[in-house]
């Protein structure tokens, strides 16, 4: 019944790649006088080397400073045009989008267009180095005057070794970020902000045939380049790795962390429903056990963070006051272990998979921003090489059987091949797991 | 192919026709207001069920309870225990929200069209017929009491907090939802009876459903799933007491810090009350936040953020009530800039009702931003039930979307600044620093507006 009530669920599109490289994808949808514009280039902090960390994200910042033609900001001319606009950065890919009234296409893509072609005459020294403050406060307000905010760059550290592009974080440590130069920005620019290694999508109030015809016209134009060699390098866990970091929090955490299946991956949406069945909602097995039952924790959460070179699978939870971490790890492994036994109930596929389509139809509501149809048709472009995925993705899904999944949690949530981090309040270290390694993260 | 003149930005076209969505209005017999609004798109549907009394209705020393009640509809109704609501919830892939602000409480779930009925009637036994048992309440306490612990060491948490405190002194909205650790101790389970019973009342609520069905269908299943809710009887108020309190003309604090030993950054709050959501101020007012911090593209973001670097994000907002409302200008800043950045805002505020009125391309910039980007909001059946439960909140007249544009281009230089006159005063502003204190105490001094007045973490 599930399926064929929702059988006209698509994301349709047209595609044409340019000559100089660059893909055009266009969705129409005309329910509202807006068109979404959405670029990805496939460069992010997988393509810094170590010393350079951080670099990516910097240079996203340089993109909002302005352009040859219009050296004067990028965001004035198309606020005043009545756009949203934001962009982001993270180890695969960089993302920048407009949501303009349909009255001002043109604009958003004289904007985006001159910004491909053109950046570099607009980067100064002066806004280069403003940039990098900007940068460097960005780290402090989201990792480092936050609490367990350093924790992702402990456990980058531990789950790849240190010439692994994941071995870092996307904003870099702070002494790469100082030690950053404007010489940098042009090779950067040179080698991965180019028509070949982007894809370019419309989407919303604007028939096809014209939003392909003024993509030629603004990125015709730019010369396109060779496009960077995918990055393959594989990652593991000898053993069970147990570190402690400390914080300025109330609350001891626990992280475990594991490597898993790579974006779109065989067994990539089987992790992605296993995160849920083990921490989505009440009715999850570990929230119900430890948050709801014991309330030995204050919260948990189980994600797969699907990436391009190979995914991780993060669970995480917060002891309630009193209560030991080590109660918490021994619980959390009876129910891995269970669900590595048993796999899911009839009961858990059924809600899983209703929820998954839900949410895919969700997912058809908005036509730009993070996350909206012209992201997710970029996203498929540039990851799988075709826009055609949506209807896929959703039946990677559908397909999951309890058997799959129950495979999947035995092959990748081994206890023998996985990071345990205890976050621990400062000079607290008897609140750690026993045998806990100390880590630091600046 | 067509040759582009890179000399010039191209300009941009007059603003397409936009037809927002109609309203239609219905009150079922129990005294429920219902609006129903058709928005075809994607087959979804959404329920928003508001309920006058959000957490300026926490009866004093019970600071929290109105968010507790909220929280509790989730925890068990009817036959269904906690987890099989949770289950149930699951089943239809329903997104299931609860929004308490200081007037109102907005319940929330969001479905496919093919379970409208599954969902309406879910929210209904709910919101409407919680179980509210006392173990249960004990648990989403603890959880609450836990979750304020963990804020003392959130710094914009604890900037937020004791903002609301410094600003309102005494009043019913001088507290965050979540409330305080001593409120939330002293709320008992036949507070939590009691508050629903007085508060969760059909004619003091309204139903607002949008999405992909017919007006005559969405009111036909609001009738289902309501109509036979029945008022207790118990004899309630207008659940927006708050709005009706006068914040005392106190002193004002000038300067406050609260010390967070080794902080990287300084959060700052800088602002004041100034007046209602139902202002005949408003356009101006938006027009002037717009331009002083609202958007990127404002002076205050432009000067902390692309000409200092001081920051990675300036804005200011009003915190919007039924009452009488603040404005707030609020980032964080690196710490050897904390002093310097603060002068900077302070400027920025008080020259804009005096040496420095918008410019024309300013304030065109400001209300173009403003109109163009306007029915964008009405993109999805949650952003536009949304918007209908705004207009209800405040009492706004159904025309109010299609005015909007016209109101805000009938907005002058002159009228921003006198509404800034109105209602910025930088006598009046409070500037409070939560950060390394013994690092920038110095520093604050220098800023002649008095001695900082130190406060402790306090939720």
Same mark, same amino acid.
């Given at each position: ?28 949808? !005309? ?47 198309? &606020? ?113 902000? !180019? ?32 496009? %960077? ?44 429903? @296993? ?28 994600? &797969? ?70 992201? &997710? ?35 990748? $949530? ?29 | ?29 129990? =005294? ?7 928005? !075809? ?9 508001? @309920? ?9 020393? $019970?600071? =929290?309870?109105?968010? @507790? ?32 602000? =200081? ?67 005494? !009043? ?74 006068? %914040? ?74 039924? =009452? ?136």
């Amino acid at each position: 019944m599930t399926a064929t009530a929702l059988a006209d669920i698509d994301l349709p599109f047209t595609k044409r790649t340019l000559a100089n490289g660059l893909d055009v994808i266009v969705h129409e949808d !005309h329910h509202v006088p807006i068109v979404a514009v959405n670029v990805w280039y496939h460069v992010g902090s997988k393509n810094e080397r170590p010393g350079r960390t951080g670099f990516a994200h910097l240079f996203e910042h340089l993109m909002f400073e302005g352009s040859q033609h219009y050296n004067a900001g990028y965001f004035p001319p198309l &606020q005043q045009a009545g756009a949203l606009l934001n962009g982001s950065t993270n180890a695969d890919r960089t993302n920048y989008w407009e949501v303009v009234p349909t009255s001002a296409v043109d604009r958003a893509l004289w904007m985006e267009s001159d910004r491909m072609g053109y950046l570099l005459p607009a980067i100064t020294r002066e806004r280069f180095e403003t940039q990098r403050d900007v940068v460097l406060n960005e780290r402090r307000q989201s990792y480092e005057n936050r609490p367990y905010g350093m924790v992702m760059m402990a456990l980058s550290a531990a789950l790849y070794p240190p010439d692994h592009p994941y071995s870092w974080m996307t904003i870099g440590s702070a002494d790469d970020i100082r030690a950053m130069q404007l010489e940098d920005v042009q090779d950067f620019f040179r080698t991965y902000y !180019h028509p070949s290694n982007a894809s370019l999508v419309l989407a919303g109030d604007i028939e096809t045939e014209r939003a392909l015809e003024l993509a030629d016209a603004y990125f015709g134009e730019i010369p396109g380049g060779a496009r %960077p060699r995918r990055i393959v390098k594989g990652a593991e866990l000898p053993s069970e790795q147990r570190l402690l970091l400390e914080d300025r929090v109330e609350l001891p955490r626990l992280y475990m962390a594991w490597h898993s299946p790579a974006m779109f991956a065989a067994g990539d949406a089987e992790m992605d429903l @296993v995160g849920d069945l083990l921490a989505n909602g009440k009715t999850s097995r570990l929230y119900k056990t430890l948050v709801y039952d014991l309330r030995i924790a204050l919260d948990v959460s189980a994600h &797969q963070s699907s990436r391009e070179i190979g995914s991780f699978f993060l669970l995480a939870a917060t002891a309630a006051p009193g209560c030991s971490l080590g109660d918490i790890a021994a619980r959390i492994d009876e129910e891995l272990h269970r669900l590595a036994g048993d796999g899911p109930s009839v009961e858990e596929m059924d809600r899983a998979v209703a929820q998954a389509e839900a949410h895919f139809m969700y997912r058809l509501q908005t036509v730009g921003g993070f996350g909206g149809k012209s992201d &997710q048709l970029n996203a498929y472009n540039v990851m799988k090489g075709t826009p055609a995925f949506f209807v896929a993705d959703l039946d990677r899904y559908r397909r999951a059987t309890r058997g799959l999944l129950q495979e999947s949690a035995r092959q990748h $949530l081994r206890f023998d091949r996985r990071i345990v981090l205890s976050v621990i309040p400062r000079g607290q270290h008897t609140l750690a797991l026993p045998g806990s390694t100390p880590v630091s993260a600046s | 192919m067509r040759r582009i003149d890179r000399s010039r930005l191209p300009d941009v076209g007059p603003d397409p026709a936009f037809v927002f969505p109609a309203i239609a209005r219905h009150t079922l017999r129990n =005294g429920l207001r219902v609006c129903t609004v058709e928005h !075809h798109s994607v087959p979804v549907i959404s329920f928003t069920l508001q @309920v006058d009394g959000g957490s300026g209705s926490d009866p004093d020393g $019970l600071e =929290g309870l109105a968010a @507790v009640v909220a929280d509790m509809a989730d925890e068990g109704t009817g036959a269904l225990s906690a987890i099989e609501v949770s289950d149930a919830l699951a089943r239809i892939g329903a997104d299931y929200d609860v929004d308490v602000g =200081g007037d109102a409480t907005d319940f929330s779930l969001t479905t496919l069209t093919r379970f409208a009925s599954r969902g309406a009637c879910l929210l209904a036994d709910m919101v409407t017929r919680p179980r509210l048992l006392e173990s249960e309440f004990v648990r989403v306490r603890q959880l609450r009491l836990d979750r304020l612990r963990q804020l003392k060491d959130v710094a914009s948490a604890v900037a937020e907090q004791t903002f609301l405190r410094l600003v309102y002194g005494a !009043h019913p909205y001088a507290h965050l939802p979540i409330g305080t650790d001593a409120g939330l101790r002293r709320v008992t389970p036949e507070d939590v009876v009691s508050f629903h019973a007085r508060s969760v009342q059909p004619s003091r609520s309204t139903l607002i459903v949008c999405g992909a069905m017919s007006h005559d269908d969405q009111l036909r299943e609001a009738e289902h799933a309501f109509g036979g809710w029945a008022s207790t009887g118990v004899s309630n108020g207008n659940g927006t007491a708050a709005a009706d309190v006068m %914040p005392a003309n106190t002193p004002v604090t000038r300067l406050a810090a609260v010390p967070r030993e080794g902080a990287a950054q300084s959060e700052l709050r800088i602002g004041h009350l100034t007046t209602r959501r139902v202002t005949p101020d408003y356009p101006a007012l938006l027009v002037m936040n717009a331009l002083l911090g609202g958007q990127f593209v404002s002076r205050i973001n432009l000067k902390l953020r692309e000409e200092k670097g001081y920051t990675y994000g300036a804005r200011t907002s009003f915190d919007w009530r039924r =009452g009488i409302s603040p404005f707030t200008l609020q980032t964080s800043v690196h710490t050897a800039a904390t002093a310097d950045a603060i002068t900077d805002c302070l400027a920025e505020i008080g020259s804009l009702r005096g040496t420095r009125p918008p410019s024309e391309a300013e304030l065109a910039l400001a209300k173009a931003s403003l109109t163009r980007g306007y029915p964008r909001g009405f993109e999805t059946a949650q952003q536009v039930a949304r918007s209908v439960a705004m207009l209800s909140l405040y009492d706004l007249p159904d025309t109010y979307f299609e005015e909007f544009v016209s109101k805000i281009n009938a907005v002058t230089s002159a009228d921003v600044v006198a509404a800034a006159a109105r209602h910025l005063d930088p006598s009046r502003i409070t500037t409070l620093v939560v950060g390394d204190y013994s690092a920038i105490a110095e520093s604050l001094r220098g800023l002649n507006i008095g001695e900082p007045q130190l406060h402790a973490v306090e939720f």
